[in-house]
């Protein structure tokens, strides 16, 4: 099932030992475009502090009740080292978040190794907004995120495109994605979208 991924903020965390906050937002890999780590806000029984947790943690989302259960305990969440979630979050930070949790790490032992440059993390937050432009001109901003609730990877750039007709919303495949520029904040596509199709006023197109 495909979720929009801001559907997800504000579920409820649930550790094997009781509450440990609501989902803040995800952190994604730009290269992938797969979903690693969940921002949880922590609430006032950790003064406020915001912390990861790796979606192979996660059970399936209960959406009536609006949480997730997570198989780990309070404990081992209080103790996992700080991350700045305001920055993007480096490879040697999730190597030491692995670390604290005796897991191995989903790059394996010789993609990435930390003591190399490495992809950092972005939240799936910081681009919302971004300029979205295909081979033929820019088509509208980033509006959300289209996820799988199994592997919870990105499927597709949902894009505001109301600039070319009301209430317009473009489906962009991952796969059509050839270049972020993290500095501008602009998303390039591979692809012709065809604005005669946006004016025409099609809903739901995909790409």
Same mark, same amino acid.
């Given at each position: 099932?495909?979720?929009?991924?801001?559907?997800?903020?504000g579920y409820a965390i649930e550790a094997s030992d009781g509450?440990?906050?609501?989902?803040?937002?995800?952190?994604?890999?730009?290269?992938?475009?797969?979903?690693?780590?969940?921002?949880?806000?922590?609430?006032?029984?950790?003064?406020?502090?915001?912390?990861?947790?790796?979606? /192979?943690?996660?059970?399936?989302?209960?959406?009536?009740?609006?949480?997730?259960?997570?198989?780990?305990?309070?404990?081992?969440?209080?103790? /996992?080292?700080?991350?700045?979630?305001?920055?993007?979050?480096?490879?040697?930070?999730?190597?030491?978040?692995?670390?604290?949790?005796d897991w191995s790490p989903y790059w394996g032992d010789d993609?990435?190794?930390?003591?190399?440059?490495?992809?950092?993390?972005? /939240?799936?937050?910081?681009?919302?907004?971004?300029?979205?432009?295909?081979?033929?001109?820019?088509?509208?901003?980033?509006?959300?995120?289209?996820?799988?609730?199994?592997?919870? /990877?990105?499927?597709?750039?949902?894009?505001?495109?109301?600039?070319?007709?009301?209430?317009?919303?473009?489906l962009v495949s991952r796969r059509s994605v050839q270049e972020?520029?993290?500095?501008?904040?602009?998303?390039?596509?591979?692809?012709?979208?065809?604005?005669?199709?946006?004016?025409?006023?099609?809903?739901?197109?995909?790409?």
């Open positions: 099932m495909l979720w929009d991924a801001s559907a997800i903020n509450p440990l906050g609501t989902v803040g937002d995800v952190l994604f890999e730009g290269v992938g475009w797969a979903n690693r780590w969940l921002i949880v806000n922590a609430g006032k029984w950790l003064s406020g502090r915001k912390v990861l947790l790796p979606h /192979s943690a996660l059970g399936r989302p209960d959406k009536a009740q609006r949480r997730f259960s997570v198989n780990l305990t309070r404990r081992q969440v209080e103790d /996992s080292p700080d991350v700045d979630t305001d920055r993007p979050v480096s490879r040697q930070t999730e190597a030491a978040l692995y670390e604290h949790y993609l990435y190794p930390v003591s190399e440059a490495s992809p950092h993390l972005r /939240s799936l937050a910081s681009v919302r907004g971004y300029r979205v432009h295909a081979t033929d001109g820019e088509i509208g901003h980033v509006e959300d995120f289209l996820v799988d609730d199994v592997g919870w /990877s990105i499927r597709y750039v949902a894009v505001d495109a109301r600039n070319w007709w009301p209430e317009q919303r473009l972020i520029d993290w500095t501008d904040r602009k998303i390039y596509l591979s692809v012709r979208v065809g604005l005669e199709n946006l004016n025409a006023g099609a809903s739901g197109l995909s790409i």
